[in-house]
């Protein structure tokens, strides 16, 4: 008896001298909770998917309308497990304590750290890591390649790194930020001499051949956002990090998956210049090139588009055949828009690039009305429709800037009278403004708020294959209901509250910097 429990104290005593075995990204998850878990020990292995030098890593938040912090994204990286099939993201105890690069093989100690399950989608954050939690083992290891389409990404796939395979910009013109550089944070990219440094993070659309669409977000601090040789115009893979995040200047309409490139490579590298696309372009509105700000009036031709009009007649597209309009009596007009490429374009505008619509709020609530599309697809053949539109409201007037419906439907209808809603509650915000009195309000000062947009938001609806061989298909972008976006006292709060009453008389001033009607092919 005794011989044996002399064998049983040396096994645990050479136990105890053991290193703890690390733990798979699988028993990790399962200690995590919505409320977090401090682990008192445990260690995973991993390779590093983000990047300690990137400035693209993460979301940075504003703590004040006019203070971004940048610390957010100093502290964040993401690990992967080594065959690719479950990531963590890691947010270090200080901007010093992250200093893993990608394709690092690393061991990290997770004693004293904490596991947060975040849910819808699933997805999970290792918290609290110091510099001496992380213990290097290898450089430059193969980083295990998941290649996806959009309609293949899962929960599982957040924070690992994944190339978005066959996609294309939705807007091939302007840069990877096309937004207003007044609103941006200093950097040598942006030549504002005083800019706002109101918000930081911007959002280009992808879309596949499948139709469906995906967000890639870019921080205003990268320095290739903006270079002059603007965005890849083929189809390809992106690759980044799988994120989900909420950037209240684009609403809740960033979706379920969004991608971040930790560096220029990510994209470039696999898009090629020249331009192809798995589209067809039935008709499409966009005035990048219209470099005469001229518009084409069905039954009038040529006209300067620089002054308010209100024809009778229709806008042709620039490209294919179709309609433009609205059914609320507006005036409308060529104004600038932020789809430029080079640092010095006169903070990112563009003169005449989009459409400019005016008439009192109102006109805009009653049933089925707001901007008109009509098309016909007779002899088009293909997988779906897609409706692709990016927009914005207001002048840079705080006047103008609040009072007008902050969520939007797209419906379509093939006899131009019953129509249904293919996407509802797109947000709708309010180009970037100043300082100023809300005259007829309170007659107090506002300042910016947080969901101020930094340019046009691009969206992406997708229309169902049964629109294809239509002789007439009428695509209808309208108010959603009488929500209101209005101008906070507190600028951190949300800025949609209350809704749009008899009283309140305003100009709904819509700008819209393209509007296409494509098949996919």
Not at 242 to 267: A, F
Request: aromatic content about 10%; some cysteine; hydrophobic content about 35%.
């Amino acid at each position: 008896m005794n011989n044996l429990r002399r064998v049983l104290l040396f096994a645990f005593a050479v136990m105890m001298m053991l290193p703890a075995s690390a733990e798979s990204f699988e028993d990790i998850r399962k200690k995590a909770s919505t409320k977090g878990t401090l682990l008192a020990a445990g260690e995973i292995t991993g390779v590093v998917v983000g990047d300690y030098r990137s400035v693209n890593a993460a979301l940075n938040f504003n703590t004040r309308f006019d203070y971004v912090d940048l610390r957010t994204n100093k502290r964040t990286n993401y690990i992967q497990s080594e065959d690719g099939k479950y990531g963590f993201r890691i947010v270090f105890n200080g901007v010093y304590d992250n200093r893993c690069k990608r394709a690092d093989k690393v061991k990290i100690n997770l004693a004293g750290c904490t596991v947060t399950r975040e849910d819808n989608p699933e997805r999970y954050t290792i918290s609290g890591v110091k510099i001496e939690n992380v213990e290097p083992l290898a450089e430059g290891v193969e980083l295990a390649a998941k290649v996806k389409s959009i309609n293949e990404l899962t929960d599982a796939d957040i924070y690992t790194f994944v190339a978005v395979k066959g996609v294309e910009f939705m807007n091939k013109q302007g840069a990877y930020t096309n937004i207003f550089e007044m609103a941006a944070l200093r950097s040598f990219m942006n030549q504002e001499r005083n800019p706002w440094e109101n918000g930081d993070c911007w959002a280009s659309l992808l879309k596949d051949a499948n139709g469906e669409s995906i967000y890639m977000l870019v921080n205003s601090k990268c320095s290739w956002r903006r270079n002059g040789q603007g965005v890849p115009k083929g189809v390809g893979n992106v690759a980044g990090v799988v994120v989900h995040e909420y950037v209240r200047r684009y609403g809740d309409n960033l979706g379920k998956y969004s991608i971040r490139p930790l560096n220029e490579m990510d994209i470039r590298n696999q898009m090629p210049k020249e331009e192809s696309s798995s589209y067809v372009t039935i008709a499409d509105w966009n005035y990048d090139r219209n470099y005469r700000g001229q518009l084409n009036i069905e039954g009038i031709g040529l006209v300067s588009g620089s002054r308010a009009t209100r024809y009778s007649g229709r806008i042709l597209p620039d490209e294919g055949e179709g309609f433009l309009s609205t059914n609320v009596g507006s005036t409308y007009r060529l104004d600038t828009d932020y789809d430029t490429r080079y640092s010095n374009d006169n903070s990112g505008m563009r003169k005449h690039g989009g459409l400019r619509f005016e008439a009192n709020v109102h006109n805009w609530l009653s049933k089925d009305s707001g901007v008109v599309v009509e098309v016909s697809t007779e002899g088009v053949s293909g997988k779906a429709l897609t409706f692709d539109f990016s927009f914005g409201v207001g002048n840079h007037d705080i006047q103008n800037c609040w009072g007008f419906p902050a969520f939007w439907n797209v419906a379509y209808s093939t006899d131009g009278k019953n129509f249904t809603v293919a996407k509802e509650n797109i947000v709708l915000r309010a180009l970037p403004y100043t300082f100023g009195r809300l005259k007829g309000v309170d007659n107090a000062d506002r300042m910016p708020n947080c969901d101020m947009a930094m340019g046009f938001t691009d969206h992406s609806v997708k229309l169902p294959a049964s629109l294809l061989g239509q002789k007439s298909v009428t695509i209808l972008l309208t108010p959603a209901s009488r929500r209101m976006a209005s101008i906070p006292t507190d600028e951190m709060d949300d800025s949609i509250q209350g809704e749009i009453t008899g009283d309140i008389n305003k100009t709904l001033i819509l700008r819209m910097g393209r509007v296409s009607v494509k098949a996919v092919k």
